[in-house]
């Protein structure tokens, strides 16, 4: 072979390789693209499945609610449908027959009014939203300076849930509820929250505002349903906050709103007397108006033990100083005991408020370590916009 033919033979190798990885490279894109749209192939028979069940599901007829009135002894119930008579009707196969209780809400057939279903108990939105804690993080280390109202709210509340047969062999009951009066940022919530935790009790936060309702029978329900879900939750504890809102003391003459708000109040009064006092619900509420309220909430099985949390004194404010200052990164100068002395009258919300204050100057200064200056000028700060609080304002009076 002579060297043009050579050279010419090697062209055309090179020629068929650089065609074989064309088409190779060709015939890997096309599987790709086979691949792809297999996958996408699947994915639409995928939407068009779940389009065709949906379609059906809407074609179904609308069921109808109503209520089980009574079982009869051949498996059949009576039923108030929400079209208002009274019906005799079957129960579908699949419905499981412990669910079927009285006064238990049910899906009914539109044609032949069976029982399709068995509903959960409705509830009120504003119940659902209240503020629910399984197990709170607050115990009593992080509160200073109650140590007389601990021992009184673990008396009333903690023992019952823990060690119930102490009482039952002393013979007495505990109180139903308790009542946490005193000023603003007091530890009132601070205090429900930590007894919370010591019995690992559901932690239910309702304002009693929330409960004041335009329409009539509407507060009283909501009363209902949030005792029903302290029920489901238990143990729990059911703390209301601001409970003068809706426990303020009846008057003679009063509106229509007045009136409506008595009403939730009697709900109230009535569920407390419905509970077991060694039972797994416990009741706290809070107010810094005790003064108003109404004589039949602090009657003896009701709110009969009652928790005055008064403002701090410096023995007080120097343990919350030291609780707080644990946690925060201070110069060696700084002590509990001198900023103590220097915030006569304020409550723990606002040495918190001093604390995080102190903070912020120092962050300000582009320092990571408070100074005794910071906490001067926070206190400054905050004290500046204090408002004394009158003691007999806040006085318990309840002669």
Do not use: W
Not at 197 to 210: C, K, L, P, Y
Not at 225 to 231: C, Q, T
């Amino acid at each position: 072979m002579d060297e043009a033919t050579k050279e010419e033979y090697e062209k055309t190798i090179a020629k068929l390789e650089n065609e074989r990885a064309e088409l190779l490279e060709e015939l890997m894109k096309k599987e790709h693209h086979e691949r792809y749209m297999e996958s996408e192939l699947r994915r639409l028979q995928n939407e068009i499945a779940r389009m065709k069940k949906e379609l059906e599901r809407l074609k179904e007829p609308p069921l109808i609610i109503g209520t089980i009135r009574e079982e009869l002894p051949d498996g059949r119930v009576i039923i108030k449908s929400s079209t208002g008579p009274d019906f005799i009707v079957e129960v579908a196969e699949y419905v499981d027959r412990e669910q079927i209780k009285v006064d238990a809400r049910a899906a009914l057939n539109k044609q032949s009014l069976a029982v399709m279903s068995i509903l959960p108990p409705p509830l009120d939105p504003i119940v659902i939203g209240a503020e629910i804690i399984e197990k709170p993080n607050v115990s009593y280390e992080d509160i200073g300076g109650l140590k007389e109202q601990t021992r009184e709210i673990k008396e009333a509340v903690e023992y019952p849930l823990l060690n119930p047969e102490l009482y039952k062999k002393v013979g007495i009951e505990p109180p139903k509820g308790v009542l946490l009066v005193g000023p603003p940022g007091t530890g009132k919530t601070l205090l429900a929250k930590a007894v919370a935790h010591q019995t690992n009790a559901a932690f239910i936060r309702f304002v009693g505002s929330e409960l004041v309702q335009k329409y009539i029978g509407e507060g009283a329900r909501l009363v209902r349903e949030l005792f029903e879900l302290a029920k489901e939750k238990a143990p729990s504890i059911v703390f209301i906050d601001e409970i003068d809102a809706i426990g303020a003391r009846r008057m003679d003459v009063a509106t229509s709103g007045d009136r409506e708000v008595q009403r939730t109040l009697m709900q109230l009064l009535a569920e407390l007397d419905g509970f077991d006092p060694i039972g797994d619900v416990k009741i706290l509420a809070a107010t810094n108006r005790p003064d108003i309220l109404d004589e039949a909430l602090l009657r003896p099985g009701r709110f009969d033990r009652i928790i005055e949390i008064p403002l701090p004194d410096i023995v007080a404010r120097e343990e919350i100083f030291s609780i707080h200052l644990k946690n925060m990164n201070v110069d060696s100068g700084v002590l509990a005991s001198n900023l103590a002395s220097k915030t006569d009258g304020v409550s723990g919300a606002e040495i918190k408020a001093i604390c995080t204050e102190a903070g912020m100057f120092a962050i300000r200064d582009g320092r990571d370590v408070v100074i005794m200056d910071d906490f001067e000028m926070a206190i400054e700060k905050v004290m500046g916009t204090h408002q004394p609080v009158k003691d007999e304002q806040h006085a318990v009076m309840f002669a």
